[in-house]
């Protein structure tokens, strides 16, 4: 028996169609009860796709999947796949640890020590705080007043993102693609800075660190490849306007010709080395490589409706239509089924 947290997030419903299109037994489960454990009892698995903005999950997420696995059940997404989610500053160790290309990141728990670090840096720089997606929580820093204002912030009052910023983005899919749906969600946009979502208002401030990554300049638009098992899915995402980053801008090209192999080579690789079940990269173009900014287990599935295909690992291209969570769970009942622990 599969055990799935069915509430909330997006992976789940197709999950449950897997199960329902397969004939494979699944019990809804609740990862918020203090009972969860004695719930998960006969299943030999659990899929939750807890997201990075449910601040109620990011409590016991990580503590709950590593308990869970202690008991032998598979978890997906596994500790392995998860611990670093939504977590910059995890993932700069990480694949620091396993000499992944990545752009050089820069991290610090002392306000004196970052600024002597600035003393002697190449501007710009990007400042990111350690969550945060679609771009939200990452900025350009052109010298060293603006980092040294960012520095002493970050080791006073923090940060919390701002109540605006989705006003901001949806004026901007509003001027990209004017229509009545977009015009309609300005309006939630404004009521929201009026009225914040539970969301930002239980936010709590990010300080006492602060983490720069080296800029790297000329990039028109970044790669985003996930990894799930083995194969991978692609999208490049264009830049928006005047700005040097693009997620979250919606400007998406899905064509195959459009992924160079070296950012599958490296997604596959790296995957494999941190034990990942599920990982989707950002890539931009670092001089003659390709360096990687950022990993994620979670994404938006509406980004990769379009995907024409997917490739294997030996880079061979698969056409048809692609279902990343049909992959999430495809993999959790095989790897059930290689040790003999059919889901019954
Ligand atoms: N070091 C960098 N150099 C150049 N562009 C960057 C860099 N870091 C991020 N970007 C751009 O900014 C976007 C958002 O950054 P990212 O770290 O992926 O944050 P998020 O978690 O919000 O997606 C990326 O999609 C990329 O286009
Ligand atoms: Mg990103």
Avoid at 95 to 113: E, K, N, T
Avoid at 178 to 188: A, H
Avoid at 194 to 212: L, T
Avoid at 247 to 252: H, K
């Amino acid at each position: 028996m599969l055990a799935i947290h069915t509430k909330g997030a997006s992976f789940a419903a197709g999950w449950v169609e897997y199960c329902n299109i397969n004939s494979i037994p699944f019990k809804e489960v609740d990862c918020f009860s203090s009972d969860i454990m004695n719930d998960l009892d006969g299943c030999s698995a659990l899929l939750w796709h807890w997201s990075h903005i449910d601040y109620l999950a990011h409590l016991f997420a990580r503590q709950l999947i590593a308990s869970v696995e202690a008991r032998g059940v598979l978890v997906f997404p596994s500790t392995a796949t998860c611990w670093h989610y939504d977590d910059k500053v995890g993932q700069k160790y990480l694949l620091d640890s396993i000499g992944a290309p990545a752009v050089p990141s820069h991290v610090f728990y002392d306000r004196d020590r970052a600024l002597s670090w600035l003393q002697q840096a190449a501007f710009p720089l990007v400042w990111k705080l350690r969550g945060g997606a679609g771009s939200q929580n990452v900025r350009l820093v052109r010298n060293f007043d603006a980092a040294q204002a960012i520095v002493r912030r970050s080791f006073g009052r923090g940060w919390r993102s701002s109540r605006f910023h989705a006003l901001r983005e949806k004026i901007w899919h509003f001027r990209r693609q004017p229509g009545l749906n977009n015009f309609s969600n300005i309006g939630r946009g404004l009521a929201r800075v009026i009225v914040p979502h539970e969301i930002h208002r239980q936010q709590q401030a990010e300080r006492n660190y602060v983490y720069f990554q080296d800029f790297v300049p000329e990039n028109d638009h970044d790669i985003r490849v996930i990894v799930i098992g083995e194969r991978a899915i692609a999208i490049k995402r264009m830049i928006r306007d005047g700005d040097f980053r693009a997620s979250g801008s919606g400007l998406i090209l899905h064509a195959k010709g459009e992924i160079p192999e070296e950012c599958l080579r490296i997604a596959f690789d790296v995957t494999e080395k941190i034990d990942s079940q599920c990982c989707a990269f950002d890539f931009v173009r670092d001089g003659s490589r390709w360096s990687i900014i950022e990993i994620s287990y979670a994404f938006s599935l509406a980004g990769y409706v379009d995907c024409p295909g997917f490739w294997k690992a030996d880079l061979s291209w698969h056409p048809g239509a692609v279902r990343p969570e049909h992959f999430m769970i495809e993999d959790v009942v095989s790897r059930l089924n290689a040790k003999n622990i059919l889901p019954r």
